[in-house]
């Protein structure tokens, strides 16, 4: 293959003052695979590139170049150094994550402001010293090994804890005993995907795990027959219990939650994304128990909330798109019924828990996280008081004692943690971050626009109070508009140093997402995909029009199904950016179910094998879409070389028909991190190093970093 020269970049880097040296791309072997759908041939010349880097000495030498290749053109960039080291500062300050209660002790994960992974402490009562329980900055010279899901016995005396290696999905379940600080010999295997959930008599746990998968196919092989088990402290994973599976239905994945009270089992079942499925409790004081299916059918959403006495309570959408809060008692004969406490409401009911004899609802309304207390009998009592427009975090607590945490945050504030008392209502302040930076200096505002069909979508528009706003600024545009997922205006100290740069940030609240229940979340999923792209054009349109930013200054970001969204806008409206970062994203929508998780995705998006849903996921998979002569903006797509959630090989393939089609245009280069995943447990650094190189590419090509900020 012949070298692809960006003779257009030269001049560009030339006019900058920048070395003057135009970009080689890697050759890229372009292979003969088609398939054909419906009559339909599909060329698929990278299919290579899918093979995992971990067995594949071309893929791995092709990585290698890519990265090669990236990094000689971002130490290119102005300011990037300057970037990163105010970013450093910007991310070093203490930081906390909401705690649980067990046995007196108050469980929690901590930072001090720069270490790569989150520490965890203790305090043995409300007032009490803290003590770290574990740190995982020592499990791994490169501070890729990561604390994951854990939970403390109902005693306090033990926890048990998630291992998360490289950013893998797989988890390495082990127990610490909370007195001593021993690891026990405790090891479960082939986890994921799991909850974790003690006994209340605490001499074990609940967990979900998968059959083993076949040697080299660990981090590509589909997630098939996850079962659940219970395993007793001291005894071998091969002597754990069986609970639940369903053979027949390999596809459905089983969740187990012990109830506040301890009596009771639930195992939530789902196939897909949404957690619709049956729902079923087995009553743990039995001596042979038998699993009762509350739920049956795949229509709605049933949450847990709580239980009192034969009361359980749920959150369920179920005749309520927006959600409401039921209960189902299991001493009435006869089929389950529902006992509405709490009836649908004009804002999304996100979360319920019953404690100390009241329901704390957590509404999202307009894209903001409203607090409100109801009492037994779901008669509102009070709208608590929060510090703004923003978002709660996890609320933890429930049963019989009234105390609970929550956590919030928004664009300009860093997460705090609250002490919540249900009994009386009161809000106090359990812990707060000094941060290396003024909130108050940035301003947070709402806006509603008209997309194409004329749907109001609502957007955030953050940045700092001194933007002169007569004229038009650098603008990154971030969206996600998928899978039932609410974004809500939260804390990110890079987002923070993108406005302190000078820079606006937007959150745009397209359909696909969960912000205004069931109908909100149909309107961009399956057939109806388009309007996601849709709502996020418009969004970009309405800030040019508006004047906040121009086409030259409007960069946009997306992660995972947000990736899948900026490589889809970009092919549709190449004209309308400046600069993409699409991040992890999902780039071939005809093979993404092939792959690790990608088979739940079809709720979303539709399966590939059936021929409706085939046409409508060809019209904008952004790996097929690209068209040879298009002058794209510039782009820098980001993912991880062990990534097995969304598989590296769709940025992989993305990023070589990029190159191939526009050789000679701007820059579209492919930044692989090595030993990093989809996401979680990836440490400070290379968060920190990610985010440099992000910002310097996409603020070279906005204006921001040639025309001031740092």
Known sequence: MTRRISLALAGLLAAAGLHAEPIAYPATERGNVTDSHFGVTVADPYRWLETDVRTSPEVKAWVEAENATTGKFLATLPKRAEIKARLTELWNFEKFKVPKKAGGRYFYEHNSGLQNQYVLMVQDGLDAAPRQLMDPNGWSKDGATALAEWAPSEDGKHVVYAVQDGGTDWRIVKVLDVDSGAVKSDELRWV??????????NSGFFYSRFPAPKKGAEFQALSLNQ?????KLGTRQADDTLIYQTPKQPKLDHQAEVTKDGRFLLIHSRQGTDDRGPVHLIRLSDKKPVPRALVEDFEDTYTLAGVEGERLFFITNNKAPRFRLVAIDLAKKGPITLEEIVPEAAGTLDSAQWVGGRFILDYTEDAKSVLKLADAKGQMISTLSLPGIGSVGAIEGGGKDPETFFSFS?????????????ASGAVSLFKQPATPFDGSQYVVTQE????KDGTKIPMFIAHRKDLDPSKPHPTLLYGYGGFNITMLPVFSAARLDWMEMGGVYVLANLRGGGEYGKAWHE????LKKQNVFDDFIAAGETLIAHKITSKEQLAVFGGSNGGLLVGAVVNQRPDLFAAALPAVGVMDMLRFNQFTSGRYWTDDYGDPAEEAH????????????IRPGVAYPPILATTADTDDRVVPGHSFKYAAAMQAADPNGKPHLI????RAGH??????????EEYSDMWAFIGYFTGLTTGGGH
Do not use: C, M, Q
Not at 411 to 416: Q, R, T, Y
Not at 523 to 526: A, F, K, Q, V
């Open 523 to 526: 309107g961009g999923r399956l």
């Open 679 to 688: 996401g979680s447990g990836k440490p400070t650094d290379k968060i920190i």
């Open 410 to 422: 928004s664009f300009n504030l860093a997460p705090a943690l609250y002490r919540l008392d249900a």
């Open 448 to 451: 509603f626009y008209a997309s």
């Open 614 to 625: 085939f046409k409508n996921l060809l019209s904008y998979s952004p790996y097929h879409n």
């Open 671 to 674: 930044r692989i991190e090595t």
């Open 192 to 201: 994921k995907e799991s909850d974790l959930a003690w006994s209340h008599d």
């Open 227 to 231: 079962a659940v088990y219970f395993h």
